[in-house]
């Protein structure tokens, strides 16, 4: 893959994710209005909620996974030159890469046995497992995002920089 269309790839996965964020919000907040206003429930709206904020976490690790936008302590890190640092964004990112493909393969025992289960909402028994096979997927990126941006951390690292004002510590 050329690197715009890399770019794209990653822009797509964390447009997807900014999608679910705005799905959950818009069921959360059109349950409530029914709810208090007119007194009515939408049939499984708290179990498509929970199942769409299970969705929306793993495309949201797929998304701060390759931008290093999630929580980390750099104590050492900032203590340490450029070149050590770099060994340090590298042992982090293949831990970080080893971790979601270990929880990608147990959340896909997870899907499959739901599927198999035929375990259904309460309401209007609809089936779980494309819910959590969406997880799943985001789950899946999150592992191509990490393994991409490994790549780039130790080939390329100065694609790892979105803004062109900021340069990398030298």
């Known amino acids: 893959m050329k690197r715009a269309s890399m770019d794209r790839f990653i822009d797509t996965i964390e447009w997807i994710a900014a999608a679910f964020v705005g799905i959950v919000a818009a069921n959360i907040f059109i349950a409530v209005l029914?709810?208090?206003i007119f007194n009515y429930s939408i049939p499984d709206s708290f179990d498509i909620g929970r199942m769409?904020?299970?969705?929306?976490?793993?495309?949201?690790?797929?998304?701060?996974?390759y931008r290093g936008g999630h929580i980390t302590v750099d104590l050492v890190w900032a203590n340490v030159g450029p070149r050590y640092q770099r060994w340090i964004d590298v042992f982090a990112t293949l831990v970080l890469l080893f971790v979601v493909t270990v929880q990608t393969?147990?959340?896909?025992?997870?899907?499959?046995?739901?599927?198999?289960?035929n375990v259904l909402t309460f309401d209007m028994g609809m089936p779980t497992w494309p819910f959590f096979a969406v997880a799943w997927a985001g789950d899946a990126a999150a592992v191509l995002l990490i393994a991409i941006r490994t790549w780039r951390l130790i080939f390329s690292p100065e694609l790892m920089h979105d803004d062109p004002k900021i340069k990398p510590v030298e």
């Open 34 to 36: 029914l709810r208090n």
């Open 105 to 117: 393969w147990t959340l896909f025992d997870k899907v499959h046995g739901t599927y198999k289960d």
């Open 52 to 65: 769409m904020l299970g969705i929306l976490i793993f495309w949201g690790i797929a998304a701060t996974s």
